[in-house]
């Protein structure tokens, strides 16, 4: 390949996409030097093929032709190949290419794929993804000439999604498609990767057959437990253990590999040293696996040359289509009693239950796997995901979301795959079931350096709440806390509100659960004189009836039970806490009786019922039936913090989803040019847009910014100044100079061309003498525009989320406040609208003492519009917007400073 192609070769198209059969394969743009390969996959081309591909069959190809072939622009003509690993090397089985057509907007395409590989989707992902780079290379419309006999080509391009046009002429379809991301198209895509994800997870917990690569005779080993798991706990298929030192495993006959094992293999386990998992994974691909989990260790978490060898296995897996889990796991688990495979080294084989459960972390697993036994709580599946080379939550999300065992799903993460991904894909996921997760990792040793307000004020814990809010997911800061969650949501009806009824049989619980309550937002309304009637019927006693409700330690189980009675009937409560007191007239026995009995009226009513008998932990053995618990924590900070979260999940998953807007009229080409004309003349990074060009660029996107002429001198600045009109506004030019304020940068309501010279010269003077005038780059001279409210609207990249925009109080004092809201790119509506009604200042907008209502219809427009340019302008790496001026209702907003950095 030449230098200059070479330099072109665009590496970030390169992508591992899913297949129909649940198979992983390579994609990437084709090189000058594949000749040799391409030349391979033509000569195994069917005749078929081959006609139908060129509308002849056309001559012997030879070596001028490959090149010829193989030789693309990246921009102009494009093409991507998909690769498979095949003994010793790599074939490519398939080709897409666009070659684009004179009017520069539309361009050719055309698909050859190898006969043995038809059926399996390919096809389909080589649409998506070239469609995705011609998008980016400004191409609108793909057209074709397609036979009218290839009748599975036709089939492809009209369930892809796209709108499609066909003339048929001598028996040839000319097709016409333009390549839109539309909703239609997304839904299918989304669809069809939803569809080939729960086929690659189905390979790994539930196969018809298992191997444990490394199975062992030495008590105690991983080898062994793995394998004795396996076959204790009663696995539906069949197991082969492969280890070449051993004739038999626990009387099982062994195998000296994996290619020696007579029947098919679907999932084989990997528990070998190190140095041998790469041999034994390839092995695995030759045998036909589809998927492997390694437990093996040494890889990313070893540094370095782990590191080479995790991507190395990558590869391997790759190349033969095999999903991968781990390396660095625990194994994976399924209680269903079709299934019972226990993959894994734990020692606790969990009741079945409808919990799913994800640990990125081997050694949490084992332990949440002995807690969960320790409280009795039923677990559906559980996986170990370890180092995350393949398999992530994003696909097992796919997987639960359709699991008719799975009612909670729970997530230990220490970090995130694909976080865009992840948000996507929980959000939906989210509507039906509910996400708990804990978050580790989530503080920073130090303060990350900044060179903006957002960046400044986008901290770990902030930026993975906004994450979860956003994806409707639950988060909890404690394992123990992820269980008070999961036992009430796996058990009980979700509460319909935040009204709760408080019954106890001691003074002490039921205040310290009143103030707790009230510290998590839930409300314990005063009983209707309705219900304390029928509690006075029920209650002989002189004592209060409150909420919290104390029936005293001289509570009867009639008393009790009557109480439960009325409060499950009661449509003012939307749920109910019962406290005990073990040092009572009455015994726990009897209360759980109690609860027992009236626990169906609760169902029926669809009101959840907690309790909690001080000190004890668990599920109570008579407090229901599987599924239909009722969770008992020890103390009542515990239930009302679990109640809270899931009155927190329950107004998440009622809220609206929202939808990306399309926003009309902006001007993408041109906002293209002027980011490429920036970075063509300037080489140090990051990179400061001057305000010429951020005028310009925010013109193409029709965000409002207040007229801004630059100066060098203070001549200029007046005779600009006089142009503009009076009062203006002079500001510091500087791009090492962050806060302006901070070095007497901005002079405000300036009305003469004399005050604006005298402006000018103060600012030079002032740094002059601190030693930084060299700093100073001229001045930006403004329309003063006046407004009570200021907010601050941003846009930094986080290592880990991607691209995050902010919204909060503006003005100097924004990092001192730090009163901010934060959501993952792309905005939605409805996330527009809740970044400006979440910040504490919302009620500003409102009008306070006598101000006039803000117009936040426009500063929603304004945060919509900031999405779309950060969507079509990835080399954005940081954007402040500080202060916006927020006008009265009608009259918009005015952007007045502006710093946009690229990378």
């Known amino acids: 390949m030449s230098d200059e192609v070479e330099a072109a070769y665009p590496s970030q198209y390169e992508t591992e996409v899913l297949l129909k059969d649940g198979s992983r394969i390579l994609l990437r743009p084709i090189k000058r030097e594949d000749t040799e390969k391409w030349l391979a996959f033509y000569r195994r081309l069917s005749q078929q093929t081959l006609y139908l591909r060129f509308g002849r069959v056309p001559k012997e190809m ?30 490519i089985i398939a080709i897409g290419r666009y070659y684009r057509l004179p009017n520069k907007r539309a361009a050719r395409v055309a698909f050859a794929i190898e006969d043995a590989y038809h ?31 290839n009748e599975r080509m036709m089939a492809v391009l009209r369930d892809y999604g796209f709108h499609i046009e066909s003339e048929l002429k001598n028996g040839v379809y000319h097709v016409t498609v333009p390549i839109a991301r539309s909703r239609r198209v997304m839904k299918k895509e989304e669809e069809r990767e939803r569809l080939s994800t729960l086929t690659s997870i189905r390979h790994i917990l539930a196969p018809r057959s298992v191997a444990v690569i490394g199975a062992s005779r030495e008590p105690g080993s991983i080898g062994q437990l793995i394998f004795q798991s396996l076959l204790q706990n009663g696995f539906s298929g069949v197991v082969y253990p492969v280890n070449p030192k051993a004739e038999a495993i626990m009387s099982v006959k062994a195998y000296p590999s994996i290619l020696d094992v007579p029947g098919e293999v679907e999932l084989a386990i990997i528990v070998v040293p190190t140095q041998f998992v790469a041999k034994v994974a390839d092995e695995c691909g030759r045998k036909g696996v589809r998927a492997i989990v390694v437990i093996s260790d040494g890889f990313k978490e070893r540094g370095p040359e782990g590191a080479a060898r995790e991507e190395e296995l990558r590869d391997i897996t790759l190349g033969h289509g095999m999903r991968l889990v781990g390396p660095n796991c625990m194994g994976v688990i399924n209680t269903d009693p079709q299934v019972r495979l226990n993959a894994s080294f734990a020692r606790v084989y969990p009741p079945a239950g409808n919990i ?16 969960a036994r320790d409280l009795n709580t039923g677990i559906s599946s559980f996986v170990s995901v370890g180092n995350r080379a393949d398999i992530s939550s994003n696909d097992l999300l796919q ?3 359709q699991d008719p065992r799975t009612k909670v799903i729970l997530l230990y993460l220490e970090s995130f795959g694909n976080p865009r991904k992840f ?10 079931k509910p996400i708990v997760v804990v978050k580790s990792g989530t503080t920073l040793v130090g303060s990350r350096a900044a060179s903006s307000h957002t960046g400044a004020l986008a901290t770990p814990v902030v930026v993975s709440d906004a994450l979860f809010r956003q994806a409707g997911i639950i988060r909890v800061d404690s394992i123990e806390e992820l269980f008070d969650v999961a036992t009430l949501l796996s058990n009980q009806p979700l509460p319909q509100g ?73 449509g003012d409560i939307d749920a109910v806490l019962t406290l005990f007191v073990p040092a009572a007239v009455v015994d726990a026995r009897t209360m759980e009786d109690a609860i027992r009995g009236v626990l169906p009226l609760f169902r029926r009513r669809k009101k959840p019922l907690l309790a909690c008998f001080m000190g004890q932990r668990g599920f109570k053995a008579k407090l229901g039936t599987e599924g239909n618990f009722v969770p008992c924590y020890p103390f009542p900070e515990d239930a009302i913090s679990a109640l809270a979260k899931a009155v927190e999940y329950r107004e998440l998953a009622k809220k609206p989803r929202g939808v990306i807007p399309r926003i009309r009229g902006i001007r993408r080409l041109k906002a293209r040019r002027i980011i490429e004309a920036a970075m063509a003349h300037r080489e140090k990074e990051p990179l400061w847009l001057s305000p010429a060009e ?24 007046a005779a600009l100044a006089a142009k503009i009109g009076f009062p203006v506004v002079v500001k510091l030019n500087s791009s090492t100079i962050i806060h302006k304020t901070d070095v007497g940068g901005v002079m405000l309501d300036l009305r003469s061309e004399d005050e604006v010279i005298s402006a000018f010269n103060a600012i030079r003077s002032r740094l002059a003498d601190s030693g930084r005038e060299h700093e100073m780059e001229g001045i930006s001279v403004q ?64 009008g306070f003492r006598g101000s006039p209502p803000s117009d936040t219809q426009a500063l929603q427009d304004l945060l919509l519009r900031l999405s779309a340019m950060v969507e079509d302008i990835p080399q954005i790496a940081e954007l402040d917007f500080n202060p916006v001026k927020v006008m009265p209702q009608g009259e918009g907003y005015w952007v007045v400073d502006a710093r946009i950095s690229l990378r």
């Not at 059926?119 to 000439?145: M, P, Q, S």
């Not at 049989?505 to 029928?534: C, H, K, M, Y």
Request: aromatic share 6%.
């Open 119 to 149: 059926g399996k989707g390919i096809g389909t992902r080589l649409i998506e993804w070239l469609a995705n780079i011609a998008r980016d290379h400004g191409i609108t419309v793909f057209e074709g000439d397609v036979l009218a006999e």
């Open 783 to 846: 329309r003063m525009v006046k407004s009570e409210v200021e907010v601050i609207a941003g846009v930094t990249q986080d290592p880990t989320f991607g691209p995050l925009i902010m919204f909060g109080l503006g003005g100097v004092y924004a990092e001192l406040m730090k009163d901010i809201a934060l959501r993952l790119h792309p905005l939605t509506e409805q996330d527009a609208q809740e970044l400006i009604s979440s910040v504490k200042m919302a009620k500003l907008f409102e």
């Open 694 to 717: 951020i005028a310009e660029l925010l013109g193409c996107y029709g965000i409002r910014f207040v007229e801004t002429m630059v100066a060098r001198t203070a001549d200029e600045a």
């Open 62 to 91: 030879g070596p001028e032709d490959a090149l010829r072939f193989c030789t693309v622009d990246y921009n102009n003509t494009f093409a991507l190949v998909a690769e498979v690993q095949k003994g010793e090397g790599k074939e």
């Open 498 to 570: 935040r009204r709760l009824a408080i019954i106890t049989n001691g003074g002490g619980p039921g205040i310290i659960a009143a103030d707790a309550s009230e510290q998590r937002g839930l409300i314990l309304p005063e009983f209707s004189p309705q219900t304390v009637a029928e509690l006075r019927a029920v209650i002989k006693r002189d004592i209060r009836l409150n909420n919290p409700l104390d029936l005293t330690g001289s509570v009867t189980e009639e008393e009790f039970k009557g109480a439960l009675r009325i409060m499950a009937e009661d």
């Open 399 to 401: 997987y639960w979301e």
């Open 356 to 371: 799913a459960f994800l640990s990125q972390s081997g050694a949490m697993g084992v332990v949440i796997l002995e807690y």
């Open 423 to 432: 948000s996507r894909i929980a959000k939906r996921v989210s509507a039906k």
